[in-house]
């Protein structure tokens, strides 16, 4: 079965510029979540997403919002990229709230020049 | 609120010798844990968790780990490491029960060098 899917790999974009990110749940898996990673640090959490409703949201600021589709896939978006918004950006999957763990996918690596 | 701290960002052992990483939780209810590793340019894998039950949790790769309630600790061990375990290796905590929004809190990471 496959995996948390991600795309793009890895992306670069220059200040001010928005972006889109996408992920792909586990088949059945209805609860997607986003966290972003900065070279060094643990993940934090940015988004929760549940039957396409918004559950949860970490301490990011208005730039970065999501949506989460009937098919209960997700995008990310953030708006007016900054320098400080480089980083992996994961995407993680279980099939319920409650359900424990969450599954990762390999995440898409955003460059900010 | 919930925070986790790894205690030691980098350890370093010798193949074959004891592996042990520190991980401390705060949390105001009962905590599921987890702990989870991260090799270069890839995502997260589970290596095991704890959310409720015997508080000696195995998990994959022989890596196991304690739930110890009275010191806030879930240190993660294995007997002897090998120099396929060398990888960044993430804590985190979720508050436990009911439609928990998955708000999964991580430590700094730490990260372990295997020696031949």
């Known amino acids: 079965d496959a995996g948390v899917t991600q795309s793009p790999t890895h992306l670069i974009k220059t200040r001010g510029q928005h972006v889109t990110l996408r992920c792909s749940p586990i088949s059945g898996h209805k609860s997607v979540s986003w966290y972003q990673q900065v070279l060094g640090q643990g993940p934090q959490f940015i988004f929760q997403?549940?039957?396409?409703?918004?559950?949860g949201r970490g301490n990011f600021p208005d730039r970065f919002s999501a949506r989460q589709f009937p098919n209960y896939s997700s995008e990310l978006n953030v708006n007016a990229l900054l320098l400080g918004d480089s980083a992996l950006y994961l995407c993680?999957?279980?099939?319920?709230?409650?359900?424990?763990?969450?599954?990762f996918g390999d995440g898409t690596r955003l460059s900010i020049l | 609120a919930q925070s986790v701290t790894q205690l030691g960002s980098h350890v370093s052992v010798s193949e074959g010798a004891l592996v042990l990483l520190r991980c401390n939780y705060s949390?105001?209810?009962?905590?599921?844990l987890f702990w989870y590793v991260q090799y270069p340019n890839q995502g997260l894998q589970l290596l095991l968790k704890y959310t409720t039950g015997a508080t000696l949790v195995k998990g994959i790769n022989g890596f196991e780990a304690e739930f110890k309630k009275s010191e806030t600790s879930f240190h993660l061990t294995k007997p002897s490491a090998h120099m396929s375990d060398a990888a960044e290796y993430f804590c985190a905590v979720n508050r436990a029960g009911g439609t928990s929004y998955g708000k999964l809190t991580f430590g700094q990471g730490t990260i372990l060098t295997v020696h031949p």
């Open positions: 997403y549940y039957e396409k409703e918004e559950r």
């Open positions: 949390s105001s209810v009962p905590p599921y």
């Open positions: 993680a999957s279980r099939p319920r709230e409650g359900d424990q763990p969450q599954h």
